[in-house]
């Protein structure tokens, strides 16, 4: 007994004595290690700090009728950045009600104005979602010191969202003229002055469209949306190769199809800063296409679902770098703005999305009036939204083939003067654990069966889900969840190892 | 993407459907503005009235150009009333209203604010570039603007006063405003000086601001040389002065106008020196040469003007020297340095010894400045084995060549 405690004690002992040294020593490693730690090194050198573009409206300026210094042409790119500086710190200082940043495109008596107004807000529990989206500044004056200038903002146009409390009230699209009076303090252009004036007579010029054309071959559209086999959805990605997209365009061919629907995502593309070799391939895939004699559907913004006022600006500058640079391609039927959208009213509201897609409609149509624009709707229902903006109307059906021609003739008796395309339908045949063991093969050519005689006899043109069975799938597609995912891997019409599926020759066209 | 949201197609047809109640009853009710005043003087209290049938779900929705707001109404009678707040009445310039029953514009309308006139107005004056040149081009610019005591600028068509004084002439011109600001060019004189001006509008007069008229370039002009004799002796320093330097409207340079001396000897080398002007005179000195020399020196403004070209002679300080060799040659002894009155040169007469074998290749230069008169050079056993040598001595411009066997 004796001998056990003796035997405890020391244990007890030897083991405090280890664990005090243990923390002594963790002590002194962690006091030293503190000691060490100092500023970055490169935070010495007072670099700046380059920064994503985060406001960019279309500017055009005017400065021929300038009666003071002549402008050079970098303070003129100083003026337009500090300008849209203080309508993006304002933007954002409405959005939250905070002063943050105001001072440093504001004069102390400018500042003081904004400042009244957040406090007001703030009082009354009231707050704006507000952008600018074209700007037309003509240069009045420019002082030989190069310390002042000032010029007349037209044609601003500007959309705001106001919101009470928590919830949108209301919603609004202006169009101002505004006479500024600008300085330079501390390196910074800061508005001195700032006064709405009389909205002179805006004559918009007025777009000649011409669709028709295009319009009228719609309804012969047969068409699979397409992914390369390697690398769905990332057709433009690091494994881009133009002779696997030839090859694919050979099979389409010989189906008799004679449309494809690819897809451009937002962020791959560069958000505002649209990559060139991005586009470079883009042409390229156009350009196979046009030699297979088929004409292409783009499909803008995949992946982007951030539809907030704040990011307007950089989501049209991203679609007109694309628009304009493909416009002219022969082989383009025309723009679907978005995939889907309508699944993201419950996460990003209905209303902010209607007004994003909205807008991007009428901003599209000015960049490329030749081509018509359509939103691929996940549903026949959803595809009543905005139907009189759009050119055509898309929509996508994944349900019972049976009740699809109810579906289909229901949408028809509201949009009666557009043509309607179905640009999405298909069904996997993958068979497993995660379905239950519930799908095969023989449902694919039943579904396609029933869908291709109703298309046929209805006169519908059609956009079928897809080409090719996907051994990978990405997460942002259809989430992690296996039981979500598996399915689909096989939407296709040739399986994993390049084996035409039976629904092949289902799919076609005679 | 191939996924079929049932449920998110029933809510969408749920926010549907809700939203149409709103909207007739929104249609069904359209309040009428009683005030029909639509322009105001900043400062003066707004209130808008409407006319209704009984409470309503009412909101303004107010914007000018530093952003927008919305207030709620107070109830008067039947009828709604919005006050406008204080810092949209002060603001001029055009304030837009919509009246938003039940999330929807059921009317709208425009505000036109003007500048406070009566109360005593303020005058910012910008005034810039500062320094200009004299002469006919340059200009500097006075731009003005006047405020209310809001801060809201005055209309077009405001006229401001703007005076200018240089040495006996006030002029004064009244300005238009236009584009905020009115401006006038202040054009250089011909003359160095200080241009002052302000302005006034009203009782209200800014204070004095200046700009400083800065001589022009500089013209032509003439140097001259001093020094105490005309002997090389590498130790007394020679003296070069401008005279008034001027620009072609007669005024004095800047102090401070760097003047460059190039002197040019009979090798052809350039010597330099520099000196900036002081009330126009630039002086700068440089050390005699050591030898005999001929020198031709001309000053430059960089860039602007040049002096004439003046000469300077030096005459030979040193005659001769006599050489002595000791220690079985290995130890030469150069002096005594005499001057032109047989005095010691100063110490630091550059003394150069070139070193040859028999058979004329090039082995050493040895260089050693004077001290006190002479100069020594020691050729190490190490160095220089025994042999025959033959040596070239330089100094003060005269040469001394030897043959020279070393045996020990």
Redesign the interface.
């Known amino acids: 007994m004796n001998k056990l405690t003796k035997t405890i004690y020391r244990v007890l002992l030897i083991a405090s004595f280890l664990a005090i040294n243990a923390l002594i020593l963790s002590g002194i490693s962690a006091v030293l290690s503190y000691l060490n730690t100092g500023a970055d090194k490169s935070s010495m050198l007072h670099l700046e700090v380059p920064m994503d573009k985060v406001y960019s409206p279309k500017v055009t300026w005017k400065i021929s009728n300038n009666p ?2 002549t402008m050079e042409k970098q303070t003129l790119a100083e003026i337009e950045g500090d300008y849209l500086n203080a309508w993006h710190v ?1 933007n954002i200082a ?1 959005k939250k009600n905070d002063r943050y940043g105001v001072s440093d495109f504001y004069t102390d ?2 500042k003081q ?2 400042f ?3 406090e ?2 703030k009082k ?1 529990k ?1 707050w ?1 979602k ?1 952008t600018t989206l074209e700007h037309f500044p003509e240069l ?2 420019y ?3 190069g ?2 200038v ?1 010029f ?1 903002d037209k044609n601003v146009e500007r959309y ?1 969202e ?1 919101y ?1 409390n928590d919830s949108l ?2 919603q ?1 699209k ?1 169009t101002t003229n ?2 500024v ?1 600008m ?1 330079l303090e501390d390196g910074f252009w800061r508005i001195r ?6 909205n002179s007579k805006i004559i918009k010029p007025s777009i000649n469209r011409n669709i028709k054309p295009i319009l009228s071959s719609i309804d012969k559209i047969k068409g699979i949306n397409y992914y390369p086999q390697k690398s769905p959805w990332d057709t433009f990605g690091k494994s881009f190769n133009d002779s696997i997209i030839s090859n694919d365009f050979n099979i389409i061919n010989e189906m008799g199809l004679n449309t494809i629907r690819i897809f451009i995502q937002y962020e791959d593309f560069g958000k505002a800063n649209v990559k060139s070799n991005k586009l470079e391939k883009l042409k390229k895939v156009l350009d196979a296409a046009s030699r297979h004699k088929l004409k292409v559907i783009i499909t803008l913004f995949d992946f982007y679902g951030d539809y907030d006022v704040t990011n307007w600006t950089l989501t049209q500058r991203h679609a007109e770098t694309i628009v304009t640079a493909v416009k002219n391609h022969p082989a383009l039927l025309g723009w679907d703005i978005k ?2 959208p ?2 993201d ?2 996460s990003r509201g ?1 209303q902010s999305v209607l007004s994003w897609l909205n807008e991007m409609n009428t901003k599209i149509k000015q960049w490329d009036p030749n081509h018509p624009i359509t939103i691929g709707w ?2 026949p ?2 595809a009543i939204n905005l139907a009189n903006e759009v050119d055509y109307v898309s929509y ?1 059906y ?2 019972e083939p049976h009740n699809f021609i109810i579906a289909h003739n229901q949408l028809k008796s509201v949009v009666t003067d557009k043509p309607v395309v179905l640009q ?1 339908y ?1 069904y ?1 045949s993958y068979d497993g654990f995660w379905n239950m063991y519930l799908g095969s093969d023989k449902k694919q050519i039943q579904y396609y069966t029933t869908m291709q005689q109703q298309l046929v006899d209805e006169k519908v043109p059609f956009v079928f ?1 897809t080409l090719y069975d996907f051994e990978k799938v990405p997460t942002d ?2 989430g992690s969840l296996p039981w ?1 995912t598996r399915k ?1 891997h096989f ?1 296709g019409c040739i399986d994993l190892n390049g084996n035409k599926k039976s629904v092949y020759e289902i799919l076609k066209q005679p | 993407m191939n996924l079929k949201y049932f449920i998110l197609i029933i809510l969408f047809q749920l926010s549907c459907s809700r939203e149409q109640v709103s909207i007739t009853h929104a249609e069904n009710f359209r309040p009428q503005i009683i005030s029909n005043k639509t322009i105001y003087e900043a400062g003066e209290t707004i209130s808008l009235e409407f006319k209704t049938n009984g409470e309503v779900d009412a909101k303004i929705l107010l914007k000018n150009a530093y952003g927008s707001s919305l207030i709620a109404p107070e109830l008067n009678n039947n009828n709604i009333v919005f006050k406008v707040p204080v810092n949209y009445r002060k603001k001029a310039g055009i304030c837009n209203w919509v009246l938003i029953v039940n999330g929807k514009s059921v009317t709208k309308g425009e505000l036109q604010i003007l500048p406070k006139s009566k109360a005593k107005p303020t005058l910012e004056t910008y005034f810039g570039p500062r320094s200009i040149t004299a002469g006919i081009s340059d200009y500097s610019m006075l731009v003005c603007v006047t405020t209310d005591i809001y801060d809201n600028v005055f209309p077009e068509g405001t006229d401001v006063l703007f005076r200018s004084q240089f040495l006996n002439t006030i002029s004064e011109n009244t300005i238009t405003s236009k584009d905020l600001i009115s401006w006038k060019n202040i054009p250089t004189t011909k003359k160095a000086g200080r241009i002052l001006v302000n302005t006034s509008f009203k009782e209200v007069t800014s204070s004095e601001l200046t700009s400083i008229v800065f001589p022009s370039n500089a013209v032509k002009f003439m140097i001259k040389a001093d020094r105490n004799h005309n002997y090389a002796d590498g130790n007394q320093i020679i003296k070069f002065q401008t005279d008034v330097i001027l620009d072609k409207y007669k005024n004095i340079v800047s102090d401070g106008t760097m003047v460059n001396f190039i002197v040019e000897n009979t090798h052809g080398a350039l010597l330099n020196t520099v000196a900036p002007t002081i009330r126009g005179i630039a002086s700068a000195s440089i050390l005699h040469p050591s030898e005999k020399d001929d020198w031709k020196i001309t000053a430059y403004v960089t860039g602007a003007a040049k002096s004439n070209t003046i000469t300077a002679k030096f005459k030979t300080a040193i005659k001769d020297y006599e050489v002595i060799f000791s220690e079985s040659n290995r130890s030469i002894t150069i002096g005594p340095l005499t001057s032109f009155m047989q005095q010691l040169i100063p110490d630091g007469i550059l003394i150069q010894l070139e070193i040859y074998n028999k058979s004329g290749k090039h082995l050493e230069t040895k260089k050693v400045s004077s001290i006190k008169g002479f100069g020594h050079i020691n050729l190490e056993k190490e160095y220089h084995p025994n042999g025959d040598y033959h040596l070239k001595l330089k100094a003060a411009g005269i040469h001394k060549e030897f043959d020279l066997t070393l045996d020990e």
């Open positions: 003071g210094r304002r409405f008596s400018a104005r904004v009244e107004h957040i007001l807000n009354n009231n704006f507000s009045n004056f002082s030989e010191d310390t002042l000032v007349t705001q106001t009470q009230l209301y609004q202006d505004y006479k009076m300085l002055h700032f006064n709405q004036i009389e995939n889907e309508d699944l009213f419950n209905r996940s549903s229902e959803a996508h994944y349900r999405e298909g996997s889900w597609v259809a979500r689909q939407f």
